[in-house]
Structure formats: structure tokens, C-alpha cells
């Protein structure tokens, strides 16, 4: 695969959960829920899905997921920020402050996500000191922000299971 190639919401969701959860574990608990129309338990990310809900990193909102849609970097900033179990925290954008000059760019559901996925060091801007919030994510940015991210991950004592 390139670096520089986009990655989907399914890989980047795989990637995020099995860098912090025992998804083989996950597996073989009886789980007969299926949260999305989609994504039966024959599905190969089928695990990885449940536990990511289970877990609070993706909701149920909607009926379906499209696993093969590409990510945007403010999608994977909220994705962090969930699993880190800040959510709350980051509902409140108002009190966050956003040192990108696109910082108008990001959606205003995203803006406290991405403050703290900045202030964890899991996000940086690039040398303009852009975020490009709507940018699809590349393979290559995904490992650097995971590999932060897991770091935190160990800091904040995610339970692993």
C-alpha cells in the first residue's frame, strides 16, 4: 500500500481499535447485537465494529456504516477524542481554542475533538500551520496519529477489554 494513500473509515476504524482492544478476545464472546443494517456478524470487521460501539468510538446513529467511505481528519480527530473517553469534554467547543488558520473550515461538531486531539499531540497542522479538516486521511498520516494516539491511550489506562 502507498503512504500516501487514502485509507477508509472501515481500515481506520480497524486500525484505532485493535491498537487498543483485544478484538480477537471480543470475538468469541456471545454477541449476537447488530448494530448497523450492514455489518452482520459474518462481516470480517463485524468485531471491530461492535466493540468500537460498544465502547463509545463510533455511535449508532444511523441505520447503516460505510466502511468503505474515506475519513476526514476531523472525523479521526472525534474518533481519538472517543476513545479516549472525552467526549463530554469535547462537546463544549465553545471554551476551545483552535490554533489552525483553517480553524474555520473545521464543523462546528468537530472543533472541541480536534482541540484536544491538537492539545494531545495526536494532531498537528502542517508547516502553514493548516489542519485541512475535510482532507482525506493518508496511510501514512493515520500510522503517525495512531502510533500518538495509542501513546496517550497508555497514559489515560484505556481498558483494554
Known amino acids: 500500500m502507498q503512504p500516501n494513500a487514502k485509507v477508509s473509515k472501515g481500515t481506520a476504524l480497524e486500525v484505532l481499535v485493535k491498537s487498543i482492544f483485544y478484538v480477537d478476545d471480543y470475538r468469541y464472546v456471545q454477541n449476537p ?69 483553517d480553524k474555520e473550515k473545521i464543523s462546528d461538531e468537530y472543533v472541541g475533538y480536534v482541540a484536544l486531539a491538537y492539545a ?21 498520516q493515520l500510522s503517525v496519529a495512531n502510533f500518538r494516539f495509542a501513546q496517550k491511550a497508555v497514559e489515560f489506562d484505556i481498558e483494554r477489554w
Do not use: C, M
Not at 34 to 49: G, K, R
Not at 79 to 87: A, M, N, P, T
Not at 88 to 100: L, N, T, W
Open 120 to 140: 494531545f499531540g495526536i494532531f498537528q497542522g502542517d508547516q502553514k500551520q493548516q489542519f485541512r479538516p475535510q482532507e482525506h486521511v493518508s496511510l501514512a
Open 33 to 101: 447485537k447488530q448494530s448497523f443494517e450492514n455489518i452482520d456478524s459474518d462481516h470480517p470487521l463485524y468485531a471491530v465494529v461492535e466493540l468500537a460501539v460498544e465502547k463509545g468510538i463510533i455511535d449508532q446513529s444511523g441505520k447503516t456504516l460505510d466502511l468503505d467511505a474515506p475519513i476526514s481528519r476531523e472525523e479521526l480527530a472525534y474518533w481519538f477524542i472517543r476513545s479516549l473517553g472525552l467526549e463530554e469534554v469535547a462537546k463544549h467547543r465553545s471554551i476551545y481554542s483552535v490554533p489552525f488558520v
